[in-house]
Nanobody, 125 residues
Framework: VQLQASGGGLVQPGGSLRVSCAASGFTLNRPAIGWFRQAPGKEREAVSCLSTWNDITYYPDFVKGRFTISSDKAKNTVYLQMNNLTPEDTAVYYC???????????????????WGQGTLVTVSS
């Protein structure tokens, strides 16, 4: 299992950014996959998860309406579209999965087993 995150960068408050996660070693047709983030001095937290077999998503309340997770199965890639970003969204964003877990809710709450290397998102003026 390999997860390659990309697309991070510097964005102004109120702006948008899309990060990508290219998956290899497995296909996006059964397991849940998600995005997690860790800000300096804070614990890692889930920001969105997707059940790839039925496209059910899960979002915590603090990102609902701002973040959207999606997948392109032909490219075996997962995306996180982030809108209306605030400085509090500054963090390293990781994509992660657990091949034995198919529920987006359970993945976001239970913790993945396989992690990518992360991509830094900085929201600042």
């Amino acid at each position: 299992v390999q997860l390659q995150a990309s697309g991070g960068g510097l964005v102004q408050p109120g702006g948008s950014l899309r990060v990508s996660c290219a998956a290899s070693g497995f296909t996006l047709n059964r397991p849940a996959i998600g995005w997690f983030r860790q800000a300096p001095g804070k614990e890692r937290e889930a920001v969105s998860c997707l059940s790839t077999w039925n496209d059910i998503t899960y979002y915590p309340d603090f990102v609902k309406g701002r973040f959207t997770i999606s997948s392109d199965k032909a490219k075996n890639t997962v995306y996180l579209q982030m809108n209306n970003l605030t400085p509090e969204d500054t963090a390293v964003y990781y994509c992660a999965t657990d091949l034995a877990q198919s529920s987006s809710h359970a993945l976001c709450h239970g913790g993945p087993t396989d992690w990518g290397q992360g991509t830094l998102v900085t929201v600042s003026s």
